[in-house]
């Protein structure tokens, strides 16, 4: 484990820098040099490839394999990229432009290839306190972390969650995560069941889950519903332990239909603490 520690990281003036189709996207990040619009810039981008994942067709069903095995290559580029930002970014270093580029991209191609061709959607931790938010969870995940068996899956509730996913990656020295979307508010994006991505193996989840000690990421509770949705889908691919962090909670106490799905009622955690 990494330690994350308590450190000033300077004061964000809120703006639409991040919302942009892919191909602007990709433009945008290979000049970027400021940090907050390239941090927002980063997660836009993996926002928009993973909907893609879950969203677009591109072959028949023999190809599948193929498929997947050149998504999940860039998918992985873009989560250890995602780790390398914000990693460093939290522990006060900036963020290494250059070699976050060099991971980004080389598969610019096939991150359009694959990606969603809408604009990206607003964060709800894009604004001006969101990366102090995202500093707290990290502060209490390194505290749970220090006193608890080692985690062996982060399961990252997208999109919102991949930030946070991406520093318990850096402070869990993890190289992958597992995410999965479930979203029930607005658009297209009303998905109604857990989705994973369309051409993954059926073993996308469970492989990762089944006796592990899993820890469930969500960037923010309202009603506790999409959350509660991940977790029975996560619960039902039997793992050992399993945690729950978030970082901003809405809800005031913690919603009952999330409690429902946790077999020990402790292992949820907030940066913004229920009462």
Known sequence: MK????????????????????????????????LFDFRDQLSAIVQLYFDGLIKKEHSGTKEKNKVWSEQKLVLDKLNNAGKLAYGSFYRGNGIDFDKVREMILPNASKIIKYSNEE????????????????????????????VKEPFDTIVCCASGGFEPSFLAMDILEKNTIVPVRYSWVSGDRQ???VKFPKYAPD?????????????????????????????????DNKPGDLWVGVVENLSGPIPSKVLEKLKNKNNIFGARSWL
């Open 191 to 193: 998905d109604f069941k």
């Open 3 to 34: 330690p994350l520690q308590k450190i000033y990281l300077g004061e964000r003036i809120t703006r639409d820098s991040y919302m942009w189709p892919i191909n602007t996207l990709i433009n945008k990040i290979e000049k970027e040099n400021n």
């Open 119 to 146: 604009n990206a959607k607003p964060r709800h931790l894009a604004n001006s306190n969101g990366h102090k938010e995202i500093q707290d969870f990290g502060l209490i995940l390194t505290e749970i972390a220090s």
């Open 203 to 235: 073993d996308y989840l469970s492989s990762k889950v089944d006796g592990k000690k899993v820890l469930v990421v969500e960037d923010v509770v309202s009603s506790g519903r999409s959350l509660a949705e991940v977790l029975e889908m996560v619960e």
